[in-house]
């Protein structure tokens, strides 16, 4: 079936430092999900892809959906304490259904 | 916050014992989808129901079954606990309408088998 993988599994970075972490897929998406998962917490939607080379921005953070929508990457300007956490890229596993395939995701500490 | 609600939010089990995880989706949802987070990893499918009926399960043995209620609530059972069932289980809770739906999950519920 469809692997997604995510690089790097961790990241350290100093407060102010950008981030980036990237995903790729064996075969073409339909979509792409991004979550944010805190401490302790749970997951919470930032954003779906689903235009080739769709870019879409959020603050400090961009997304990308890749030509050939089988990658994808989220990048983090100038990052904050706030911006730790676990970030998962994941798809719909039947096209546009809610059943998510999640990765071990990309752990991102930010050092003050 | 999300408006889903789950309960308990810990638990304490012995091997061999059943369980009963709820949850309370959002306002106007009728699918919820239950997922298994274990220390470490990302969270995995366990299944989905849509308007009470189970729409797609993922890799894990019968004795994981759900009920979905007529008020779009649902439950998550697991029977015959094994050690490696503790983890945290999570309901997420959408509106179908065929285009990409937004995953709100709930807080999780936090399983401990001993």
């Known amino acids: 079936g469809q692997q997604v993988m995510q690089i790097p599994q961790y990241q350290h970075v100093q407060e102010g430092e950008d981030f980036t972490t990237y995903c790729n897929s064996s075969?073409?998406?339909?979509?792409i999900q991004w979550y944010k998962q805190r401490p302790g917490g749970h997951p919470v939607f930032l954003i779906q892809?689903?235009?080739?080379?769709e870019v879409k921005k959020q603050k400090r953070l961009t997304f990308q959906f890749g030509e050939a929508k089988k990658n994808s990457s989220l990048h983090i300007t100038a990052t904050q304490t706030t911006d730790v956490g676990t970030y998962f890229c994941?798809?719909?596993?039947?096209?546009?259904?809610?059943?998510?395939?999640f990765g071990q995701g990309t752990t991102l500490q930010v050092k003050p | 916050e999300t408006g889903v609600t789950q309960s308990p939010t810990h638990l304490i089990k012995t091997r061999g014992q059943q369980v009963t995880l709820r949850c309370s989706s959002q306002?106007?949802?009728?699918?919820v989808s239950w997922y298994q987070q274990a220390l470490g990893q990302g969270p995995q499918f366990i299944f989905q129901?849509?308007?009470?009926?189970?729409?797609g399960r993922g890799n894990f043995p019968p004795r994981f079954s759900g009920l979905q209620f007529p008020n779009y609530s649902s439950e998550l059972n697991v029977n015959a606990l094994e050690l490696d069932d503790s983890a945290l289980y999570l309901c997420?809770?959408?509106?179908?309408?065929?285009?990409?739906?937004?995953?709100?999950f709930g807080p999780g519920t936090r399983l401990l088998v001993l």
């Open positions: 892809l689903v235009k080739s080379g």
């Open positions: 306002s106007g949802h009728n699918t």
């Open positions: 129901y849509y308007r009470e009926e189970e729409n």
């Open positions: 994941i798809y719909d596993a039947a096209g546009n259904t809610g059943k998510l395939i």
């Open positions: 997420a809770s959408s509106k179908v309408s065929g285009g990409g739906e937004t995953q709100y």
């Open positions: 075969t073409t998406l339909s979509n």
